[in-house]
Structure formats: structure tokens, C-alpha cells
């Protein structure tokens, strides 16, 4: 029989539910991240069954516990002509845009545009659509600039675009 106040089923609290998807998201995670192989393991001469010198013994496990690591595929290299700059003054300098768009030139990158740009930028910066990230930070190591970003509307997707906002150093 019921009681007047009574809730009937009781429930844990919300925080109590979180925490324990919370816990079990945690745990297939980790699962997943293990990966499906198993780890390798070195066997030593000694395991094998191969006789050797007491002598030998610590330079061999010297070298089991110095693992080779795998080597790290580097990316091609950055090929600056293939590359698409425009360079835009947001200063007061005139003409800004033109003699930095020279020096990207003669630094190897393909110019493509000089103009002005209207808007609040608040300092030089190498603008990157997502596939040229590495590229926009090569130029701003090219330039001294230090500051890059990810490219916005109205920037053209398909180019590194270089907003100044004062002389370059």
C-alpha cells in the first residue's frame, strides 16, 4: 500500500548515471585504443635455448631492452611554387602589400594577389584552409610572422592568405 509521499521506485541521481556511462565510456575506449595485435615480444638467446658467456649475457640485454623504434614517415616537403599566396595591407602603410608580395615571391611561393584589406585583424597573420596548415606555417617561418590561423569566410579555401598589419621585420 502506498503512502502519501512515497515515490515508489527510487532512482540514483543524475550524477550517480554519469558517472557510471562516464566510467564505462572510459573503459571501451580503452579497449579500442589497445589495438587488435599483439604486443611483440624479443626473445633473448639465453630463451632460446643458445648457450652463452656470462660476459655476453649483459650486452645482449642491453640491446633486448633497447628496442629499434619505428621510424617516422616524414611529410614531403613543402613546394612553395605550387602554392597559392595573396598578401592583403590592413595598415595605414601604403603600398605594404606590394613589397611584401615581392619578398613571398622571391622567398619561392607563387603570389597571386596584393590588394588592401578591410577589416579588424589584430596582428600580421598567415591565414590556412585545413589542407595547407604545415604550408602557412612554413610562410610565417619564411616571413617572421607569428602568428597564424585557420582561413575564414570570405578567404578563398584553396590558398595561404597573408594579412599585415604593419612592416614586416
Known amino acids: 500500500m502506498r503512502r502519501r509521499g512515497q515515490r515508489g521506485a527510487v532512482f540514483p541521481s543524475p ?5 557510471v556511462v562516464a566510467v564505462f565510456l572510459a573503459a571501451v575506449a580503452f579497449v579500442a585504443t ?3 595485435a599483439p604486443a611483440e615480444k624479443e626473445i633473448t638467446p639465453a630463451a632460446r635455448g643458445t648457450e652463452t658467456s656470462p660476459a655476453a649475457t649483459p650486452s645482449t640485454s642491453a ?3 633497447a628496442s629499434p623504434r ?3 614517415k616524414k611529410p614531403p616537403a613543402i613546394q612553395r611554387g605550387k602554392i597559392y599566396v595573396e598578401v592583403f595591407n590592413n595598415s595605414s602603410v601604403t603600398g605594404l602589400a606590394g613589397r611584401v608580395a615581392q619578398r613571398v ?7 597571386v594577389g ?3 584589406w578591410y577589416g579588424t585583424i589584430p596582428t600580421t ?3 590556412y584552409p585545413p589542407q595547407l596548415a604545415r604550408a602557412g606555417k612554413q610562410l610565417a617561418l619564411d616571413l617572421g610572422v607569428s602568428r597564424t590561423a585557420p582561413a575564414v569566410d570570405p578567404m578563398k579555401m584553396d590558398r595561404l592568405t597573408l594579412i599585415l598589419t604593419g612592416p614586416l621585420e
Not at 15 to 19: A, K, Q
Not at 105 to 111: F, I, P
Open 15 to 19: 550524477v550517480v548515471i554519469l558517472s
Open 34 to 36: 589497445r589495438g587488435d
Open 63 to 65: 640491446s633486448a631492452s
Open 70 to 72: 619505428p621510424t617516422k
Open 105 to 111: 615571391g622571391d622567398a619561392g611561393w607563387q603570389v
Open 114 to 116: 596584393a590588394d588592401n
Open 125 to 127: 597573420t598567415v591565414y
